[in-house]
């Protein structure tokens, strides 16, 4: 059963910078994707970020602002936040895909919250 960890949330006022990192107990170069998502309270889990083979996306509310990179030597998915605004406050979600993608795996999530 793969495992996700996340780390680096926390408290951080507008403007500011937080770097997200989730660490993973498989090779992260055998997934198909991994990435981001954020759960608002009341709102659904949205993708934030992805990145597949060197290829990465983002949402239109984070372009510019959030970098997803990995580090497999490490097996580390990481999110790099910048410019965080109060509406980014969510809880932020790893998220791998293997198999084709019929696999899908969740950490248990950090907690972002931005005051204004």
């Known amino acids: 059963q793969v495992q996700l960890v996340e780390s680096g949330g926390g408290l951080v006022q507008a403007g500011g910078s937080l770097r997200l990192s989730c660490a993973a107990s498989e090779r992260i170069f055998t997934f198909n994707a991994m990435g981001w998502y954020r759960q608002a309270p009341g709102k659904q889990r949205d993708l934030v970020a992805i990145?597949?083979?060197?290829?990465?996306n983002y949402a239109d509310s984070v372009k510019g602002r959030f970098t997803i990179s990995r580090d497999d030597a490490k097996n580390v998915l990481y999110l790099q936040m910048d410019s965080l605004k109060p509406e980014d406050t969510a809880v932020y979600y790893c998220?791998?895909?293997?198999?084709?993608?019929?696999?899908?795996?969740w950490g248990q999530g950090t907690q972002v919250t931005v005051s204004s």
């Open positions: 998220n791998a895909k293997s198999g084709s993608f019929r696999f899908n795996y």
């Open positions: 990145i597949t083979s060197g290829m990465t």
